[in-house]
């Protein structure tokens, strides 16, 4: 199964994890693949491998409960991993929520996070008429064999226990939300609030310019 943008010039197609992860550990600041099951989109353009779009649980068991919804029904956009590419991140992004709504038809919700730490706002989510709803910030620890900061349940999952971990306190990062149907719209939309900005003064970045170059690799 493949999608096109309407001027033909990307591609959206399943991925591999082999393609997935040479993405995230080249195309994205965090250098690192999100644990547990995910759905993997990569992205071409005139038939070069621009990286991938990945949707998964993310690192919160109860990602949907906030919203009355089950885990089968709510998912996070886990990784925009992109090079140098000329199509609009949004638009990307929106091609590849269809096609995830079309592999798991029950699901109703998909939430993401802009990492204010690195200088994210949400400018593609924005762009995309996400829903904003603040800030969200929890506790991490330090991974002792790589020295990585980790959110909790990743390392729980890793290691079974963190006992004994330096624990320190996450950037906040803000937080977005895509509904799916009417229903979950109606029911999420009074947690909608303005848009975050950047101070006056401040480089404001266009929605769909950011990129990260790194070299090429073809799937």
Known sequence: MDTQTSDEKAKLDWCSFEAAKFACLNYHYSKSVPAGKLVKIGVWEHGAFKGCILFGRGANNNLGKPYGLSQAECSELVRIALRDHATPVSRLVR??????????????????????????LGGIYQAGNWLYTGHTASESAIDPKTGQVKHIR??????????????????????????????????????????PKRVIGAVVAQPDSIRQTTVQIRS
């Open 95 to 120: 091609i590849a929520i269809s096609m995830l709504k079309k592999q798991s038809p029950g699901l109703k919700l998909i939430v993401s996070y802009a990492d204010e730490a690195h200088q994210h």
């Open 154 to 195: 990743s390392l729980i999952s890793k290691y079974g226990s963190i006992a004994g971990f330096k624990r320190v306190k996450d950037a906040p990062k803000h937080r977005y939300l895509m509904p799916l149907d009417a229903h979950t719209r109606s029911t999420v939309i009074s947690l909608s609030r303005e848009y």
